[in-house]
């Protein structure tokens, strides 16, 4: 994958069976695309998210290939997949100690945050997101 | 569909963007399954969840075609797609006031809560889940 | 208490050893305020944050009496403490069949929504809060 | 304070407002009390919590002094104020860049997690918390 991150399974995340809840795995992709930002776009999400550009998830697909657990530091790895004009898809794998635990695609449009409508990626962004493409 | 059911926004449902945050739609549709024990099956979920049986999602695919505000009503329409040995494939539609807002597909393993490994759906759960399938 | 209404426990509210982790039911008392927006004071909740009025808490202070359970539904009784010029302070008691599961407190400042800065109560609302007040 | 972590405000943490909703922020406490077995106790909690010893909350008080924003790292200081036979009391204070956000104080029983009726603190944790009152 073009960037890793970890994270921390934390009590909250957890269901009555003692597994990640799977809503809150989904969370975890959130997550990773935050930290896709601070570690391999250059800016902090939040920061791109202030300035006005916002990625709303349109489409989530995603399998659930062994039971998470608390304290498990997941692995997750990112590829996008596709830049399109005005949105993004980008394909996740987590994994515990090298076991596969998920994998999952998520297709999000590029909106600006004070129409709420779809905007083109900036460019700086889909340089970004390209160099973050498998094969480059 | 074959059930409905229909789920409040609440606050805590909502993102930075004021509108639901996708994860927690995610969680709506397993509110909605739970209704359908509740509205359909003819036990609650959670005795049937104390007596050992528990669906773990293994496979979910969510599409997210308009935005769900604050203080809507989502009409969550479910529809049993295929009935395994071991396992059950569900539809859900969302809707607000007509307009989709989801579509959603859901598959889970029916496993024994003590070893956490699937396990057949019995037969009086089986037949209420048949009963929810399209043409029925 | 001046108000009632009742939360049904979901499977996302519960922790690993299978009762609602307590930030949730700290949740459940949003979720109740809500509630007594459209049982009592008469517009939803989300209508009037909509037109610009918050509460956001600046304090809370929780007792958790005995656990709750899946599936459990909780009364949840508010009586309002006070209505200063813009702040409320309200009350809330839990319980599960007559079991008392939680008492609450919180102080919430009213905020205009826009400067996010404290604004008086509307006279609408501190009417409405007031006859929640005991003794009314 | 005796123990100090940092909990990055992730956009799942986020209201409607655009800040922290607060019981996402009690929530905190519990990743701060986490993160005080893995830095300071010595053993990660997830093993102490799997081998059977808990720490249900029983009561929580917390003050929210000013807004958390998304992508804020969030301080949050620790130290253990009491330790009982079979509770513990933890005061809480979190920070943003030198400002003090939230203070809350939190009592939790220890509970045999067999049981979940209360069990005596075992003498290697009594030490650690302990170790971790103010003056110690």
Redesign the interface.
């Known amino acids: 994958m073009a960037f890793t991150t970890s994270i921390l399974v934390?009590?909250?995340d957890?269901?009555?069976?003692?597994?990640a809840?799977?809503?809150?795995l989904?969370?975890f992709l959130?997550?990773a695309f935050?930290d896709f930002f601070a570690g391999h776009v250059g800016r902090?999400?939040?920061?791109v998210?202030?300035e006005g550009v916002?990625f709303?998830?349109?489409?989530?697909?995603?399998?659930?290939?062994s039971?998470v657990?608390?304290?498990d530091r997941v692995q997750v790895g990112l590829t996008v997949e596709r830049v399109g004009n005005s949105s993004v898809q980008i394909r996740y794998a987590g994994s515990v100690d090298g076991r596969a635990v998920f994998t999952a695609r998520n297709v999000a449009v590029v909106v600006d945050?004070k129409t709420?409508r779809p905007t083109p990626l900036p460019a700086w962004l889909r340089e970004r997101f390209e160099a973050a493409m498998d094969g480059e």
Do not use: Q
Request: net charge negative.
């Open positions: 934390r009590f909250g957890l269901d009555a069976a003692g597994i809840y799977y809503p809150n989904v969370n959130h997550e935050e902090p999400y939040p920061e998210y202030r916002g709303p998830t349109v489409k989530v697909e995603m399998e659930f290939l039971p657990r608390y304290g945050m709420f």
